[in-house]
């Protein structure tokens, strides 16, 4: 009876430790990992800045010399957007943290029906969805 309970409790033992190591592998896997205030990670505004609104809508005759009132040059910051409402389209802002589908960025960048003129970047309106998914995550992870 002794030799059973032992052999119970070696296996129950093996199975909370396989359970407990799937658990943290499990958390360590996902591709977005929460910091010490519990925000997910996102790419950085640099990321965004460098990686998209730089070379899809910073340059020549469009945001790169204000076109729409709106810069887009290496000098850019998140206050340029972060809570600032569009001269387009009164009411909406540019960036809301945590809200990319709300962000008018999102909706010029998507092409939604609800924008003041086409959407972008111009003259097309079709910027890459990995690139548009980049932006929306910086967005959705607080637009720091």
């Known amino acids: 009876m002794r030799h059973l309970r032992l052999r119970l409790r070696n296996q129950a ?8 190591s799937l658990a943290f592998v499990l958390v360590g ?8 205030s519990g925000s997910i990670d996102g790419p950085s505004f640099d990321e965004v800045l460098t990686d998209v609104l730089i070379p899809s809508c910073g340059f020549g005759s469009c945001h790169g010399s204000g076109a729409g009132q709106l810069d ?6 998140p206050a340029d957007l972060v809570n600032v409402e569009s001269r387009q389209l009164d009411g909406a802002l540019l960036v809301i943290p945590g809200d990319a589908e709300q962000s008018y960025l999102i909706r010029k960048l998507v092409g939604t029906s609800d924008i003041e003129g086409g959407p972008m970047p111009l003259p097309n309106g079709g910027l890459d969805p990995d690139r548009i998914q980049m932006v929306r995550d910086w967005i959705n992870t607080g637009a720091q």
Do not use: F, Q
């Open 13 to 20: 033992a093996t199975h909370l430790c396989a359970g407990l």
């Open 29 to 36: 896997c996902g591709n977005k990992a929460a910091d010490d």
């Open 72 to 77: 887009i040059t290496a000098d850019t910051t």
